[in-house]
């Protein structure tokens, strides 16, 4: 039987840590930046905190997940995972919400294109969407999402699954 690993908790980290000197910390830091992917983009991004740059990275990403360019296998817990690891590095607020409209636009898109999905998928569409909500109601509105929204309320007419009847609700609550 396996032996179950431990994550360190923060305190026995920190105690950890504080035996090093600066120079090892640095090693330290450099060698996860060479072995693991999130920490060179999480130092990437603070050392180059371009936003708006990185936002069209993973719109790019997310684009590729709802459209791969060979094949066809939608992707969505991959794009929905963008747009989670993009949060997390702490982008401007209009960039991430830049970002959720665009998974919702995409998902929008993809029904229209492909014909009706299933009941998971409008799930994760209408839950970006509302999320979406609460940080463009957070951020003070601007007319530039609240065209986009409303063109994605409108682009749902028509979807099933009372998809567009949960996206006007959406709109109408956070949006409007």
Excluded at 4 to 11: G, L, M
Excluded at 128 to 141: E, S, V, W
Excluded at 142 to 169: C, P, V
């Amino acid at each position: 039987m396996e032996e179950e690993i431990k994550k360190p908790k923060a305190v026995g980290l920190k105690t950890y840590l504080v035996g090093f000197t600066k120079e090892q910390l640095i090693g330290q830091i450099i060698e996860l930046n060479k072995k693991y992917k999130d920490v060179k983009t999480y130092y990437d991004f603070f050392l180059n905190p371009d936003s708006s740059k990185k936002a069209d990275t993973v719109k790019a990403a997310i684009l590729h997940c709802f459209y791969p360019t060979r094949g066809y296998k939608l992707r969505l817990k991959d794009a929905r995972k963008a747009v989670t690891d993009f949060k997390k590095l702490s982008p401007d607020e209009g960039s991430l919400l830049d970002v959720m409209l665009y998974y919702v636009e995409c998902g929008v898109n993809f029904t229209n294109d492909f014909g009706d999905i299933d009941e998971p998928f409008y799930n994760s569409v209408a839950s970006m969407f509302r999320q979406a909500g609460t940080l463009y109601i957070h951020i003070k509105k601007n007319k530039g999402f609240h065209d986009r929204a409303e063109k994605i309320m409108n682009d749902t007419s028509g979807i099933g699954w009372g998809f567009h009847d949960e996206l006007a609700d959406i709109y109408y609550n956070y949006f409007k």
